[in-house]
């Protein structure tokens, strides 16, 4: 039995109820399966323009930095523990995904069901009826080579493909078996806004959130959705952070801070966010709503 926050129980409901309606429309067989393909292809197509193209970028206020104005708003996400402090106002992306309109999860007997391989591609292409030059064709081998990919040194990876894969990882993850409970924070807006990208400032002191271990899970572009979950043996630290927009947006954000990033790609984007190299610097990031913290229930905020 898991633990959950109110903010958290809504979108978690809402991932349990899409597996259940995907077993219902699954359950006409893979002519019913194919029948979807074309719903997921525009979802997956979506999912892609809200990064990618700058029309979906929102309203876009001054930076604090000049150094920032040649960056790409979607990765105006990241921070260091210095920065965690009332009254401290940067620029920060949130990506706004409808949940009703986003790829839902798979039970885990589908998922099983369909190869989830680089390898496979081609026929993954064709079972999707997308051609090999089609944006949702990029975005699927970007993620097959992410998923694929070997996990830095003291990190642990997997992308899940259902709701009972994650949830295995995390209680393997997390040391949590049979009668021990662990939950899962989310990033919660809450008021409606369109704006995507602008000047937040952080309104309360963040609470730090206990946990000795934790699980991040991130939404990938796929038909279907995919998590990429992982953990690292190096300290992090979980934080509540209350952020006030210009335009008025209030959100309860969670972030996650990395205190050793030494085994991290030089070319990842946070150190030219930071204006750092690695190992010299804490590295934190926002979450969006859509993805997924997992920590013991054992913690206090």
């Not at 926050?5 to 809504?10: A, E, R, V």
């Not at 009332?86 to 839902?104: E, L």
């Not at 947006?249 to 801070?257: G, K, S």
């Not at 990033?261 to 709503?289: E, I, K, M, Y």
Request: glycine residues 4%; negative net charge.
């Amino acid at each position: 039995m898991m633990g959950f926050g109110l903010s958290s129980w809504s979108l978690f409901l809402h991932i349990l109820i899409a597996c259940s309606l995907h077993v219902i429309q699954f359950a006409h067989g893979s002519d019913g399966a194919r029948e979807l393909t074309k719903h997921h292809g525009d979802q997956l197509l979506d999912h892609i323009r809200l990064y990618d193209d700058p029309a979906n970028q929102g309203h876009v206020h001054s930076h604090p930095s000049s150094h920032m104005d040649h960056m790409d708003p979607s990765s105006m996400i990241f921070f260091t523990m210095e920065d965690l402090k009332v009254g401290k106002t940067m620029p920060i992306y949130f990506p706004k995904r409808d949940p009703a309109t986003s790829p839902h999860l798979l039970p885990r007997e589908e998922a099983d069901s369909i190869p989830f391989s680089l390898k496979q591609l081609p026929h993954l292409l064709e079972f999707f009826s997308f051609s090999p030059d089609s944006p949702q064709a990029k975005a699927m081998e970007d993620t097959l080579r992410h998923c694929e990919s070997e996990p830095i040194k003291g990190e642990t990876k997997l992308c899940a493909t259902s709701m009972e894969s994650m949830l295995d990882f995390a209680a393997a993850v997390l040391g949590r078996f049979q009668h021990h409970d662990f939950q899962v924070l989310t990033t919660s807006h809450l008021t409606k806004s369109t704006t995507l990208f602008q000047n937040y400032t952080i309104l309360k002191i963040p609470g730090e959130i206990s946990a000795p271990k934790m699980v991040a899970c991130h939404t990938m572009p796929y038909p279907y959705a995919i998590f990429y979950c992982h953990s690292q043996e190096s300290q992090n630290k979980v934080f509540k952070v209350t952020l006030g927009g210009e335009n008025g947006d209030r959100v309860e954000a969670i972030a996650v801070c990395h205190t050793d990033t030494s085994q991290w790609n030089p070319d990842h984007v946070s150190f030219r966010v930071l204006g750092v190299l690695p190992g010299t610097s804490s590295v934190c990031h926002f979450f969006p709503a859509d993805n997924l913290v997992w920590v013991p229930t054992t913690l206090s905020i």
